[in-house]
T-cell receptor, first 109, second 112 residues
Framework: DAKTTQPPSMDCAEGRAANLPCNHS???????VYWYRQIHSQGPQYIIH???NNETNEMASLIITEDRKSSTLILPHATLRDTAVYYC??????????FGTGTRLQVFP | EAEVAQSPRYKITEKSQAVAFWCDPI?????LYWYRQILGQGPELLVQ????????DSQLPKDRFSAERLKGVDSTLKIQPAELGDSAMYLC??????????FGPGTRLLVL
């Protein structure tokens, strides 16, 4: 079973920041937080991952709370092409990915 | 940018027939995964290879599904016989060891 809880759906206006929350209250010290997204009819795409510190790359930022029980994926300027299902996954480095049902993000004009 | 290749992209078959899917991972990636994704759900791991060896096939229905990676490069997933409940997207992914997994575009299977 997935170890994370995400809202089933969210909306965001184009050009605004999309903040996608994820709860992982049972996360252990060795487990990373990974984010993938899946655009309709495509394979999942890796976005970002982190352990304790906040992370940023060209796609997004990942904010992890100090107690590591929750995190937020931030898309700073959402575009229509960011419409997708976003999966938050908690895993140890050598564990397999276990996907939940994710958050369906709809970016509107 | 290197990508995971899969074929066919779409497959329609009748129940009790045999089907096969092919995957070519990113060059140099020793780890290869096959996932199944039922509509409305997240992907579920079926089998994981490290080079030519199976590492995890605990969720593979072995009575009808088989997977091989004979030379440790490309891989084939077979279903025989196909059942109506096998209709799904079959995704292949690869990684360098335990690094980030990169997914292919998937094969969408419809069993009639």
């Amino acid at each position: 079973d997935a170890k994370t809880t995400q809202p089933p759906s969210m909306d965001c206006a184009e050009g605004r920041a999309a903040n996608l929350p994820c709860n992982h209250s049972t996360i252990s010290g060795n487990e990373y937080v990974y984010w993938y997204r899946q655009i309709h009819s495509q394979g999942p795409q890796y976005i970002i991952h982190g352990l304790k510190n906040n992370e940023t790359n060209e796609m997004a930022s990942l904010i992890i709370t100090e107690d590591r029980k929750s995190s937020t994926l931030i898309l700073p300027h959402a575009t229509l092409r960011d419409t997708a299902v976003y999966y938050c996954i908690v895993r140890e480095y050598t564990d397999k990915l276990i996907f939940g049902t994710g958050t369906r993000l709809q970016v509107f004009p | 940018e290197a990508e995971v290749a899969q074929s066919p992209r779409y497959k329609i078959t009748e129940k009790s027939q045999a089907v096969a899917f092919w995957c070519d991972p990113i060059s140099g990636h020793a780890t290869l995964y096959w996932y199944r994704q039922i509509l409305g759900q997240g992907p579920e791991l079926l089998v994981q290879f490290q080079d030519e060896s199976v590492v995890d096939d605990s969720q593979l229905p072995k009575d009808r599904f088989s997977a091989e990676r004979l030379k440790g490069v490309d891989s084939t997933l077979k279903i025989q016989p196909a059942e109506l409940g096998d209709s799904a997207m079959y995704l292949c992914a690869s990684s360098q060891g335990w690094e980030t997994e990169y997914f292919g575009p998937g094969t969408r299977l419809l069993v009639l």
